[in-house]
């Protein structure tokens, strides 16, 4: 035993003085993000199922929430030359309303767009433009912009100029269609939420339902973002353009630019509905979309932007680029969404325009490109190349829904305490599915954990990405006495990382059983003679100096305000993997290397584990299924629940929402007997 206790020690130092290598940079939403190709025998439809499957995990939509009563109102109409705009609003949530215009054809133009006596509905979501539908150039900077836009041949019209989201829904219900332009939280007339942004808050991070807000460690369990309550709006903003009789249920676009054109793909992605997507200066292998209404938990894992507006194949797509983080989009991205779209036989669905002398836009050069596609997909028969006309300029006094102060809903309220409610709504609709799937499961019927509870575990877990692969140990250290042969050094990491660190005790007299050990010393747990193989290795951030899971930022600068917006945790999971994750990675890697082993012939495969990594032991069960024969683990009082900290090395977005412990014991349930 002493010459054992010496090798563990020499293992020890050996960890530590390795250590410092392990610390890896963080990716950020600026750093290079190119499509993904298919796995060797995937099939398109199976990877598009994978990017909507991501994305409403990321949205905390997996499954969607209950689709409650709209409540629509609209009233408010203007006419203008060709075209009527209402004033809209509506709730996604109970309580929550989403707010906006409608512009219906009036006129010669309510002739046009008719097919069987319905016409197309289009989806504006406007991005990240100062005000949104209230948008002035003029309240900007006076009219040198504006003029500046006209000489350079940007916009045609003074009135476009000053706000070119209006512009285009004005022209699209021209053209025969009708047009919802809707708030972004925080924008316009969506108020209940003030801020746009938001970052941690003391004040709301409360472990009791209803009393969290965004960005605290409880919303991130359940993962509740700005970007999932955006989304939402959308999915619900959808719902109610399919309510009003005149709109084609199959003529359905969605478009919008910047901000507005990553909700324009997250959409398109996760809803057939959407018949066609135009999402102007955003698709890009470049910079991800910088607020925190376009970055979410695991959203840009194994994907990117091009990667999202890929989903929307073979449908309709169109893009446009500018002189901004698109400038390359002609190089990079674009070939390889031409690529995809002839593999699907369907060329003529994909096109994308290449106008890199405009800054960041959806301009009338952009917007024409957005005009002719429209009218082409769905048979418009105006006259190509199609060209705006002039409008009379509609601000905050034309389109505000609550001007009329006795609008105001009963149960309309802001600030804090509305995002409480919101959340609190939210977390009960997760809570209730889960009980449902639940109660279903005990009694045999294991359809809602098969659908999404399973999936949601091996999406968070990167399940596909570790198929296949083969693991090695390297021999650093070997030492033998009369009963056994003690062994360290390293197995490849799963996540590309420096090796897993490893101690490996083997019995002269081995009865082909491998014991892995899970421990608070990693590498260094103390271990019995036995006839097994006992495996015992620093997971990820175990025995290290640091941890490489540092809070990352939007901008990388750590001199930020506490509350500061750019501090939430959606930068840092939305594009890397958590310490638990990792862990459950390398424990992975420990039992496939054992399987694999080419001098090895094990019959069985042990995890034992408490307290925290014991949550390691089940995911890695997940992930291996039948390969682990028995676990031997004892949680002990830890939930996924009880975490504070965002940071915490223990910390899974989404694991309350999806069960915690207990949920993760019933996706490994129903794929093996006995977890």
């Not at 709504?425 to 399973?454: C, P, T």
Request: aromatic share 10%.
């Amino acid at each position: 035993m002493k010459l054992l206790f010496l090798v563990f020690a020499f293992a020890s130092t050996l960890s530590l003085a390795s250590a410092e290598t392990r610390l890896q940079t963080p990716v950020t939403l600026h750093d290079e993000h190119p499509f993904r190709s298919l796995r060797e025998g995937q099939d398109w439809e199976e990877r598009r199922e994978e990017i909507k499957t991501r994305i409403l995990l990321a949205s905390g939509l997996l499954p969607l929430p209950e689709k409650t009563a709209l409540n629509p109102q609209r009233f408010g109409a203007i006419e203008g030359e060709g075209f009527r705009v209402e004033r809209v609003f509506f709730e996604s949530f109970p309580g929550h309303y989403v707010t906006g215009s409608l512009f219906v054809p009036t006129g010669s133009s309510a002739a046009k767009g008719l097919r069987d006596g319905k016409r197309p509905g289009v989806l504006c979501p406007h991005g990240h433009w100062t005000d949104g539908r209230f948008y002035d150039s003029l309240a900007r900077g006076g009219g040198r912009g504006a003029r500046e836009q006209v000489a350079k041949g940007a916009e045609r019209f003074w009135n476009a100029a000053r706000n070119p989201i209006l512009a285009r829904c004005v022209q699209l219900a021209r053209m025969g269609c009708v047009v919802f332009v809707y708030d972004m939280i925080g924008y316009a007339d969506s108020i209940q939420l003030s801020d746009h942004r938001r970052g941690p808050r003391k004040e709301l991070s409360h472990p009791e339902m209803g009393k969290w807000g965004f960005v605290s460690p409880q919303a991130t369990l359940h993962l509740q973002t700005n970007f999932g309550l955006q989304t939402w709006n959308s999915i619900r903003a959808l719902d109610y353009l399919e309510t009003i009789p005149e709109v084609d249920p199959d003529r359905l676009l969605v478009t919008g630019a910047s901000g507005g054109a990553t909700q324009t793909m997250i959409l398109s992605a996760i809803d057939d509905r959407i018949d066609a997507a135009f999402p102007a200066v955003m698709a890009s292998t470049a910079m991800q979309g910088g607020c925190t209404c376009e970055n979410t938990y695991y959203l840009r894992i194994d994907q990117g932007n091009i990667d999202i507006a890929a989903a929307t194949a073979p449908r309709p797509l169109g893009l446009t680029a500018a002189d901004d983080w698109t400038i390359e989009l002609e190089t990079k991205g674009h070939p390889d969404l031409l690529s995809l779209y002839q593999s699907l036989e369907a060329p003529q669905n994909y096109e994308a325009h290449f106008d890199i002398h405009f800054k960041h836009n959806f301009n009338h050069v952009s917007r024409g490109h957005l005009y002719n596609f429209v009218n082409r997909h769905f048979g418009l028969g105006e006259s190509t190349p199609v060209l705006e006309k002039d409008f009379v300029y509609l601000g905050k006094s034309h389109l505000s829904v609550w001007s009329d102060p006795e609008r105001i809903p009963e149960n309309y309220e802001v600030g804090p305490e509305h995002e409480r409610t919101v959340n609190r709504h939210w977390a009960e609709d997760s809570a209730s599915q889960w009980s449902d799937a639940l109660a279903k499961a005990k009694q045999g019927d294991f359809g809602a954990i098969d659908s999404w509870v399973r999936p949601a575990w091996e999406t968070i877990l990167r399940k596909s990405t570790l198929e296949g692969k083969e693991f090695l140990f390297t021999l650093e250290l070997k030492a033998s006495d009369e009963q056994i042969v003690t062994m360290s050094g390293q197995i490849d990491s799963a996540n590309g990382d420096d090796p897993i660190a490893a101690n490996i005790t083997y019995p002269k007299n081995w009865n082909g059983e491998v014991l892995i050990q899970l421990g608070e010393k990693g590498q260094n747990e103390e271990v019995g003679i036995t006839e097994a193989a006992v495996i015992c290795l620093d997971l990820y951030g175990q025995n290290d100096p640091e941890v490489s899971n540092l809070p990352t930022t939007y901008s990388g600068k750590k001199e930020l305000a506490a509350d500061s917006w750019q501090r939430s945790p959606v930068y840092f999971y939305g594009y890397n993997d958590s310490v638990w994750v990792r862990r459950v990675h390398d424990l992975v890697a420990a039992i496939r290397m054992a399987e694999q082993h080419p001098d090895w012939d094990v019959k069985k495969i042990t995890v034992a584990a408490e307290g925290p990594l014991a949550s390691v032991a089940l995911g890695a069960k997940l992930l291996c299924g039948e390969t682990i024969a028995m676990l031997d683990i004892d949680p002990g009082d830890f939930r996924f629940s009880a975490i504070e900290d965002n940071w915490d090395d223990s910390m899974v977005p989404g694991a309350v929402k999806y069960g915690d412990i207990e949920g993760l014991r019933w996706a490994v349930k129903s794929l093996v007997p006995s977890p």
